[in-house]
């Protein structure tokens, strides 16, 4: 599976805490029974999905949460690991080969965040299964679905966009990605299987704020525009304008993603 760095994933957690959409976290808590849960999560990486659920919404007295944090990546987990030492187990997998010897049917509920768009229909499919025979609750969480808006706008923005939309349908490790399509075809599945499907928006909004972050992510953007060969000088433009408005603060980008609970 293609891997993330931990200074990559440190810069995006709080955008991803401020995007998470608060109505689905609220049906997903609501959904389980117990005020100490054990909760399954998938690809992990270095734990923000903890982070995010501690404030188990719409609990009224909250929650105490066991983990199991799985991930391909030891050094993610690791820090992990170091960061909730007190309330996680982590496990190193290849979820792409060894999915069906996690234990679904011992864990109240299973999560995943930022992670479906990377993967396969057939491993979406097998997923899905998974969830569906242990009857158990799934909240998806920060799935990208195409979408971004820029202020200010650039001609080019249309072109560098559908570049990265391309890519993101390329193998990560799970044969072909669904990419953008994935939430939707997740939640297609799942309701075709008698689940409930709970869903909103929640777009990543960055601004001066966020320099860095969006620093890091134009230019992963940047790059995957020369792979794919697009106008050498039309993208260097792009570019450095979009570099120059990121140091002034004068740049603002809305990334689209869905968050969703599938509930039996």
Known sequence: MTGFSPEWLALREPVDLAARNEAVEIAFFAALGSDRLRILDLASGAGSTVSALSRCRGRSVGCSVEWLLTDYDPALLKVAGQRWRDSVTTRQIDLAKDLEQLPFAEVDAVTTSAFLDLVSEPFL???????????????ASLTYDGRAAFAPQLSFDAAVLNAHNTH??????FGAALGPAAAGRAIELFQDRGYKVVQGRSDWQADHAS?????EL????HNVGRQVALDEAELEDWWSLRQEQIGSGALSLTVGHVDFAALP
């Open 125 to 139: 499919v097998r997923l899905v299964e998974q969830v569906v025979q242990a009857k158990k609750p799934f909240l």
């Open 168 to 173: 993101q349908l390329s193998d990560k490790g």
């Open 211 to 215: 320099a860095n972050f969006l620093r």
């Open 218 to 221: 134009l230019g992963g953007w």
